[in-house]
């Protein structure tokens, strides 16, 4: 029988602390054994008890409770597969991100090997403040899985960002780390992903856009993250949360697509252009919203320009070594078009799906065809997250044979 993973749930000194217990929880729900180590000032809003009865384990508080353990930081570190800090108040990720170790969950986060993952929760100003965010900064760019805080009511009477991410978001963001530790098949890689539709103005409040929700494209970069890559998510305008972890760049048009993405792609190893880009924009957005009567002409005759093939233009710039992958998605002949896209592209992979009413486009699942130079896969109907795998697997086979 496969061994039950650990999280090391690490409670800091903040209000939101009582949420630890619906993240305790939450993780045992879903297969995990939990350990809890409290800082002192998280005593001060949930008693240890709580986490022991929740546990059934000790909870560990203070560098030298455990007399039995003179070495407490290190045997919590080794057991962990997971340290999981949820709420991290600013002062502990400012002491994690400087290496300082003065009491025993800092000191098990400096000995701890396993992956981090930190979900900040505090005052909207201290959240906001340079420090943190460099802080956090600091500590993404070691790899921990950042579960940004949301915004809303905090218990200080402040309105804004600060507040600890849900619940259910920090258990998803905790167990994608345990799969990509078990799983790390993509450590040490880059990925870039592109995602979403684009929007194309017309005027101020105007702009031509398709029916993509970016659901595959952020289930790439999830899958991705999981086993362990450094992943770049290029987004056009979606109403999705991003995976933790991942470097988000938010555009609106094909050309802030392109220009985004640029960069990122001359750095990534694998290439997944996921995104719905407009094929065409408005040659002459107004400046001005345009009036009903008084510009039924201009509205009438909308001037289109073709938008750049962000897949195509950045696979002439690859470098030996990258794997680029794209989608075809058609209402009609998927996979013959996905064949002359392999080509006129220039891609390694093309995932072909067929689209319409209710297939693909906003939906949870999907079914595909892998269509590479040396055959075909076809798929059968699956989440997206799967696909993403799937599509993730078919890009390393690839890198292997080359
Ligand atoms: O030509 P078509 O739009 O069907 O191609 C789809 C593939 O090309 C997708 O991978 C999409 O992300 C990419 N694409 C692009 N830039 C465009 C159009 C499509 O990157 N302007």
Redesign the pocket.
């Known amino acids: 029988m496969e061994k039950q993973s650990t999280v090391l749930v690490g409670v800091t000194g903040c209000i939101a602390a009582y949420k630890s217990c619906e993240i305790v929880r939450g993780l045992q729900k879903r297969g995990c054994r939990v350990k809890v180590v409290m800082t002192e000032h998280a005593t001060h809003f949930v008693d240890p008890l709580t986490f022991r009865s929740l546990t059934h384990e000790p909870v560990a508080v203070g560098l030298f409770d455990d007399p039995s353990d003179p070495i407490h930081h290190i045997s919590l570190a080794e057991e962990a597969d997971v340290f999981l800090i949820a709420p991290c108040t600013a002062n502990v990720a400012a002491k994690m991100a400087c290496g300082i170790a003065d009491d025993l969950l800092t000191t098990t986060a400096l000995a701890c090997t396993a992956p981090l993952v930190v979900a900040p929760a505090m005052n909207v100003h201290m959240y906001e403040a340079e420090a943190t965010q460099r802080n956090l900064r600091t500590l993404k760019a070691r790899g921990a899985r950042i579960v940004e805080a949301g915004s809303g009511y905090l218990a200080c009477g402040d309105v804004g960002r600060g507040r600890l991410a849900d619940v259910d978001a920090i258990v998803e963001a905790a167990l994608e780390a345990l799969e990509g530790a078990r799983r790390a098949d993509l450590a040490g890689l880059s990925v870039l992903v592109?995602a979403g539709p684009t929007e194309e103005p017309v005027d101020p409040v105007r702009f031509l856009t398709n029916r993509s929700s970016g659901k595959m494209g952020y289930a790439v970069a999830a899958a991705a993250l999981a086993r362990g890559a450094q992943v770049t998510l290029v987004s056009g305008p979606v109403a999705l949360e991003p995976p933790a972890g991942a470097d988000v760049v938010r555009v609106r048009t094909?050309c802030e697509m392109l220009e985004a993405a640029r960069p990122a792609f001359a750095d990534a190893d694998i290439v997944v252009?996921?995104?719905?880009?407009?094929?065409l924009r408005p040659a002459h957005p107004a400046d001005r919203k345009l009036k009903k009567g008084a510009d039924d002409a201009l509205l009438a005759r909308i001037e289109l320009v073709s938008?750049?093939?962000?897949?195509?233009t950045l696979a002439q710039e690859r470098r030996a070594g990258q794997t680029v992958?794209?989608?075809?998605?058609?209402t009609e002949n998927a996979v013959e078009?996905a064949r002359v896209?392999l080509e006129t592209?220039g891609?390694d992979l093309?995932v072909a799906n067929e689209v319409g009413e209710g297939r693909a486009f906003g939906t949870d699942d999907n079914q595909a065809v892998l269509v590479s130079r040396d055959g075909e896969r076809a798929l059968p109907l699956m989440p997206k997250r799967q696909l993403a795998d799937a599509i993730l697997d078919r890009a390393l086979e690839l890198r292997a044979a080359h």
């Open positions: 592109t094909a252009f996921t995104a719905a880009v407009a094929d938008n750049p093939d962000i897949l195509a992958v794209g989608f075809a998605a058609e078009n896209k592209k891609a093309i």
